[in-house]
């Protein structure tokens, strides 16, 4: 299964992602996750990106289109994998299509949900995190970048036949049950 989750930031993407691939049994391969590890282990990379996840802004698409080719290619992820975070924007989109060639997606998940519910729900995690990007500012600012960047990129997996709404409302149970639900009848 190899599957894509859309959402702005906050939509809860990394909890439903995480319960996805262990259910099935498929690597979870969020570029956030890999940014953050490398902030905090102090590398090259984590030293190049720290200033950009602090604003809110996209890290390069150079720089993480190379970061996902290379887990890509790792064994766990041949049969299958979940991206979380990934792709963001339209030229990461073709990037993944020369990544992956004629393996195909089986479905890109997009969880729903809207701007207010989610700053509430940030400043919220931000109490506990201990994200640096979750202050108001910084998430009004990623909500913006999410729309103008990312949004699109439900069109063209829709266009594809690809695209599976979900609403991202409700208990983390009930929504998981609706992305298992919308993946089962795929
Ligand atoms: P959220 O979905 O809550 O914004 P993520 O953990 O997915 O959080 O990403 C955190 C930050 O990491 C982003 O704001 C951005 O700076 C950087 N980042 C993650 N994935 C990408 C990507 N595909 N392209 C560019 N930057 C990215």
């Known amino acids: 299964m190899?599957?894509?989750i859309l959402g702005p930031p906050g939509a809860g993407k990394g909890t439903q992602a995480e319960r996805l691939t262990s259910a099935h049994g498929i690597p979870?391969?969020?570029?956030?996750?890999?940014?953050?590890?490398?902030?905090?282990?102090?590398?090259e990379l984590g030293r190049q990106v720290k200033g950009?996840?602090?604003?809110?802004?996209?890290?390069?698409?150079?720089?993480t289109n190379a970061i996902v080719a290379d887990r890509l290619a790792q064994d766990d992820a041949k049969a299958g994998f979940l991206?979380?975070?990934y792709p963001r924007t339209i030229a990461q989109v073709?990037?993944?299509?020369e990544i992956l060639g004629d393996?195909?997606?089986?479905?890109?998940?997009?969880l729903v949900v809207d701007d207010e519910e989610i700053?509430?729900?940030?400043?919220?995690?931000?109490?506990?995190?201990?994200?640096?990007?979750?202050?108001?500012?910084?998430?009004?600012e990623r909500q913006a970048i999410y729309h103008r960047e990312t949004a699109p990129l439900s069109a063209?997996?829709?266009?594809?036949?690809?695209?599976?709404?979900v609403d991202g409302v409700g208990s983390m149970d009930e929504v998981t049950a609706r992305l298992e639900q919308a993946l089962a009848e795929r």
Do not use: C, P, W
């Open 2 to 4: 190899k599957l894509i």
């Open 28 to 43: 979870h391969i969020s570029t956030g996750d890999i940014f953050r590890e490398n902030i905090k282990n102090q590398t």
């Open 52 to 63: 950009i996840l602090d604003a809110g802004g996209y890290v390069t698409d150079d720089i």
């Open 83 to 85: 991206l979380d975070g």
């Open 94 to 97: 073709q990037a993944l299509d």
């Open 103 to 110: 393996d195909s997606l089986t479905a890109v998940l997009e």
């Open 119 to 140: 700053v509430q729900r940030l400043v919220k995690r931000a109490e506990t995190s201990g994200r640096s990007d979750d202050t108001e500012d910084v998430i009004r």
């Open 156 to 165: 063209e997996y829709r266009k594809r036949g690809l695209l599976v709404e």
